[in-house]
């Protein structure tokens, strides 16, 4: 056992080695292309980083609240990815190997959960605008934190293994239905904000664990379940110039007029792609 968990550590290591030089080749800067380029032709801004940073974390509180949105979702993974399996080995009696196995079920979630909280935000983007993106993040982390009480109360280790195998896909969801928000904030300084928004997550997995060390396990599942579900609260006074909020103001005639352009693209795309293959459903 002292042997395997350290050699299966070289696995991730030796991919994300070799995946880092393929991107140092076959990727752009940005999908505008490289930075070189775009300076020298005016397309961007001549930002120092520090000063990028400095402004996205002190000028928009939409960076923060998205911030502590970012912990309530990512941060719960970080500190499920950590404490589920000890939290089946204490309550319901499981070896060591069962539980990772368990607990891994979490984990796997992110197959398909947060590549679908995205898409699913990309889809109410184009029927309702920044509007609709907000109310399926408020809508997963509502329902995320209320799922985490409901795990907090199971009492046979069935039920807990499905509850929680269904607030992980909301927990996932949510994560990419924030970054689907985050583009909008500050298009200057997008890096800067996205990576204030994803420390956000790495904070709430500190916090988190701090509480299950320091409170019963059921306990700190019922305060982090309350955190989450107030957290989407914070939907109501996020506001995006140009795009209507969850509960006020509406999309301006350049918003509204440039997704009508996207929509009619994307249905002329899929008119086409028909045409050729008669066959694809869509």
Known sequence: REASWRTICMIPAAIGLAWSFVIIFIS?????GYYKEMKKAGTMDHNNGAASFVKAAWTD???????LQYAACF?????????????????????????????SLFGWMNLF???????????????????GRLCLQSSCLLLEGALIIVFANM????????????????????????????????????GASAGIVGAGGNLGGILFSSCFRQ???KTAFLVMGGL?????????????PGHAGLVTGEDSEVISAERDRHRRRVERLKEEAAVHDPTRSY
Not at 228 to 240: E, K, P, Q, T
């Open 113 to 131: 959960a947060r590549f679908a909280g995205g898409k699913l935000s990309d889809i109410l983007n184009m029927s309702h605008g920044m509007r």
């Open 228 to 240: 989450v579900m107030g957290s989407s609260i914070l939907n109501a006074f996020i506001h995006i």
């Open 61 to 67: 509180k939409n960076t923060f609240l998205l911030s």
């Open 155 to 190: 009492t046979s280790l069935g039920s807990a293994i499905a509850v929680m195998c269904i607030f992980s896909v909301f927990v996932q969801a949510a994560e990419g239905a924030v970054y689907g928000v985050v583009p909008y904030v500050s298009t200057k300084v997008t």
């Open 75 to 103: 941060g719960v993974e970080l500190m499920m990815n950590n404490g589920a399996s000890l939290y089946f080995i204490s309550e319901f009696g499981q070896t060591t190997e069962s539980a990772a196995i368990i607990a």
């Open 215 to 217: 409170l019963s396990y």
């Open 28 to 32: 752009d800067d940005a999908p505008m």
